[in-house]
């Protein structure tokens, strides 16, 4: 999603949003408003995930906000004031004060959303606590100079159970990988422990309850942490150690194949959306798709490729940044004086109100461009670590996804897999699928927040019988 869910496209037309301070207000009804509540902020059809948590104490409504993309958990929220049905709150950030105003209707918030001459809508979703299946214990692993801290889930029947490794994509994500309120490991997770597996699922390094720097972190480190896993489910008397599978979603697919080349105790891969083809490659295929589906003009398709090009120039050389900090202000400042003059007519004019959101917008960009992560992603072939993992793997894409398509990752995907030659490996479509494996209409991003926070049929049937049949006793 880059932003980054799974791996999801870098410019997502949004200002970073920073810091905290104090919250105030509430009303009689202002317990109705407790617990967790997860949606996004769309800017221009771009979806930002968000994480929102109210809590009523004494005369006031409090609450904090979740930012996964930018890799910003727990910031305070002002103002935030509930009059039923209307709810406003703010966020103190570094471009300007973030507002969110919207209507509460049941378990869902939708409103309004502004800052810096930048106008957009946002959605809320009350998070429902569902109850445990089986045991759950929380636990840490640790592993060099990371600790990462994690849920293991273990079937209600006698062991040694078999058990898998779930291993997020790209993003600062939680062991439950929320993506737009659908929460799709603790879905899996549990899906999986009702068939009879154990499942371990932990917080992404540096984020929630993991020690560590997510940022620093290509591909190949972040292998080491289910490498940890499997080590530390080996050490378990009631996990059986020849049955050990790693299931990875987008880049944890990339994540997992590099760990299962670097292990013999892995018995078994899944891949969901995992990419078989450079980064470079896969970017430009997801911005084509995203073109496609938004009707952009055949010059501005071309404008956008260009640049794309020369910003993995930069990346791969680290020279050149200054021009393209040029390039890339020259190409967001148009977008920033319409929506201010959509927005504000009074700041329409505003060059230096302009100038200022677009170096913010243009910052943000370039400190992701400028981590290790992303110049690993643009140069690593997966194709080159699948085809020397010797396990059986099912590498499953959904037909709608355009974030790792059907189209340019399943030629790449089956050609190293036989190269690898595990005569139990499959490359198999599910059909009407995303890129989070819900059954969606068009497949764009923008439907990840609206459809239903479940998986589409056949999804868990196959990865289920497949792992059976793979890790069947005798």
Not at 180 to 199: E, H, P
Request: proline share 5%.
């Amino acid at each position: 999603m880059s932003g980054r869910t799974g791996i999801l496209l870098r410019r997502i037309g949004i200002l970073t949003l920073f810091a905290a301070g104090v919250v105030s207000s509430g009303t009689q009804e202002r317990h109705r408003l407790d617990g967790k509540w997860q949606g996004a902020i769309l800017i221009n059809g771009f979806p930002l995930s968000i994480g929102v948590v109210f809590s009523a104490a004494a005369d006031t409504l409090r609450g904090t906000i979740d930012i996964p993309q930018q890799m910003a958990r727990g910031l305070l929220l002002q103002n935030v004031r509930y009059s039923p049905p209307r709810l406003h709150f703010e966020l103190p950030a570094g471009p300007g004060l973030a507002t969110f105003d919207g209507g509460v209707s049941g378990d869902s918030v939708s409103g309004e959303f502004r800052q810096a001459g930048v106008k957009g809508t946002f959605y809320l979703v009350r998070e429902r606590e569902e109850p445990p299946v089986g045991q759950a214990e929380e636990l840490f692993i640790e592993h060099d100079s990371v600790r990462l801290a994690a849920t293991l889930s273990l079937p209600s029947r006698e062991p040694r159970y078999p058990a898998c490794v779930l291993i997020a994509g790209s993003g600062a994500h939680t062991r439950d990988e929320e993506v737009f309120g659908f929460a799709v490991f603790k879905v899996l997770a549990d899906s999986l422990t009702r068939a009879g597996y154990a499942v371990l699922r932990y917080d992404k390094r540096g984020v929630g309850g993991s020690s560590g720097d997510l940022a620093a972190s290509t591909s190949e480190d972040l292998a080491e942490d289910p490498l940890a896993a499997v080590r530390y489910l080996r050490g378990r008397n009631d996990i059986d150690p020849s049955r050990i599978v790693l299931v990875g979603h987008s880049e944890g697919g990339t994540v997992a194949m590099i760990a299962a080349a670097k292990s013999t105790g892995v018995a078994a891969v899944v891949l969901l959306g995992g990419p078989a083809v450079r980064g470079d490659s896969l970017i430009l295929d997801q911005i084509r798709r995203l073109q496609d589906l938004s009707g952009i003009a055949p010059s501005a398709r071309e404008r956008a490729l260009l640049l794309e090009r020369r910003v993995f120039e930069s990346v791969r050389a680290d020279t050149g940044w200054e021009m393209l900090r040029l390039d890339l202000e020259s190409e967001i400042r148009p977008e920033v004086k319409r929506q201010l003059a959509t927005v504000r007519p009074e700041e329409a004019t505003n060059q230096s109100l302009a100038d200022s959101v677009t170096r913010n917008r243009v910052d943000a960009q370039i400190r992701i461009l400028r981590t290790p992560w992303y110049r690993h992603l643009l140069q690593f072939d997966p194709a080159s670590v699948i085809e020397t993992v010797r396990s059986p793997v099912l590498a499953l894409y959904g037909e709608k996804d355009i974030q790792v398509s059907v189209d340019l990752n399943r030629a790449p995907m089956k050609e190293a897999l036989e190269k690898a030659g595990n005569p139990d490996s499959r490359v198999e479509v599910i059909p009407h699928a995303n890129h989070l494996f819900q059954r969606a209409t068009t497949g764009s991003i923008e439907e990840y927040g609206v459809l239903q926070k479940e998986f589409a049929p056949g999804l868990l049937e196959r990865i289920e019988g497949w792992l059976q049949a793979v890790l069947a006793e005798g």
